[in-house]
């Protein structure tokens, strides 16, 4: 998605949060189906891979969710079982595997998020409305990364040194994972106080100061915002209508597929898939360069 990066972060912002928002809130299992599919595309096309080779987190994660639901339900006419004289029924479980799927599109868009809404992009949106409060939440998303690469490179200086924490005793593992607490504490305080510093000589919290951004509102980004709006409330504009409706108990109703139902399921999928074909279209750009040259 280096393509879709690209552009003015109020565009990124608007639809994620077009995109999340309807996910979270639309229980039809086309609409969630739908987005967890492009939740999924989107993560493989950003961590490759990597994406896949923790796959089965989030099938865990799944099977997990999905199955608390007819344990602690039991509405439903299809009754499969009983479990101590309590129903097991297939509307449940199809409950809990939808509620299951929409947690995790949300969790798989917020990766997605992430990895796109950088924190100056997010310092620039929030940092004229709200700056403690965008300073803090950039500063947060900081750390995790931070403190991951600091702890790995402490523990990996550690083992040189004989204090390894995986070997030993369980003594020694305690001390050498004491030790290293330690160290990345006192790291963080420096870094703390060389932030502060920093903070302080490029002026922050001064009345006058001026911010430099490379970021510039340009007519593509008129125009995908505008897209992006577009089909949000058209999306918006099926619910009202009850394209979005679907009812698990007390038993399923009828997925209906006629023209305006699949007209909203089209627009739905245009949201989603905006990304892709934002890279597509540029990749297909660079490429017919390429071959003129």
């Given at each position: 998605m280096k393509s879709f990066e690209t552009y003015h972060p109020i565009?990124?912002?608007?639809?994620?949060?077009?995109?999340?928002?309807?996910?979270?809130?639309?229980?039809?299992p086309i609409y969630v189906s739908l987005s967890f599919l492009a939740a999924v595309l989107?993560?493989?096309?950003?961590?490759?891979?990597?994406?896949?080779?923790?796959?089965?987190?989030?099938?865990?994660?799944?099977?997990?969710?999905?199955?608390?639901?007819?344990?602690?339900?039991?509405?439903?006419?299809?009754?499969?079982?009983?479990?101590?004289?309590?129903?097991v029924t297939v509307e449940a479980i199809a409950y809990g595997m939808a509620i299951a799927l929409m947690l995790l599109a949300v969790?798989?868009?917020?990766?997605?998020?992430?990895?796109?809404?950088?924190?100056?992009?997010?310092?620039?949106?929030?940092?004229?409305?709200?700056?403690?409060?965008?300073?803090?939440?950039?500063?947060?998303l900081r750390l995790v990364p931070l403190f991951k690469r600091q702890i790995k490179q402490i523990t990996q200086a550690q083992k040189t040194i004989g204090m390894d924490y995986a070997?030993?005793?369980?003594?020694?593992?305690?001390?050498?994972?004491?030790?290293?607490?330690?160290?990345?504490?006192?790291?963080?305080?420096?870094?703390?106080?060389?932030?502060?510093?920093?903070?302080k000589a490029r002026g922050y919290g001064l009345p006058k100061r001026t911010t430099f951004s490379l970021f510039r509102f340009e007519l593509r980004d008129t125009i995908v915002?505008?897209?992006?709006?577009?089909?949000?409330?058209g999306t918006v504009v099926g619910s009202f209508i009850g394209n979005?409706?679907?009812?698990?108990?007390?038993?399923?109703?009828?997925i209906e597929f006629n023209w305006y139902n699949v007209l909203f399921y089209i627009i739905y999928t245009m949201l989603l898939l905006l990304?892709?074909?934002?890279?597509?279209?540029?990749?297909?750009?660079?490429?017919?360069?390429?071959s003129k040259i």
């Open positions: 565009v990124l912002f608007v639809y994620f949060v077009s995109v999340i928002g309807i996910t979270m809130f639309f229980m039809h989107m993560n493989s096309i950003l961590f490759g891979a990597h994406f896949w080779k923790r796959s089965w987190v989030y099938v865990l994660l799944f099977l997990g969710m999905a199955i608390i639901n007819p344990l602690i339900s039991h509405n439903g006419e299809m009754v499969l079982f009983y479990v101590n004289h309590n129903a969790l798989l868009w917020f990766k997605v998020y992430n990895d796109t809404m950088t924190s100056d992009k997010f310092i620039y949106l929030f940092g004229r409305i709200v700056p403690v409060f965008a300073l803090v939440i950039s500063i947060t070997v030993g005793n369980i003594w020694h593992r305690i001390k050498s994972i004491v030790h290293i607490f330690s160290i990345l504490l006192t790291w963080a305080l420096e870094n703390t106080i060389e932030t502060a510093d920093a903070m915002l505008s897209l992006i709006g577009i089909l949000t409330i979005t409706t679907f009812y698990f108990y007390p038993t399923f109703s009828p990304p892709v074909v934002i890279e597509l279209k540029e990749r297909w750009q660079w490429r017919s360069l390429q």
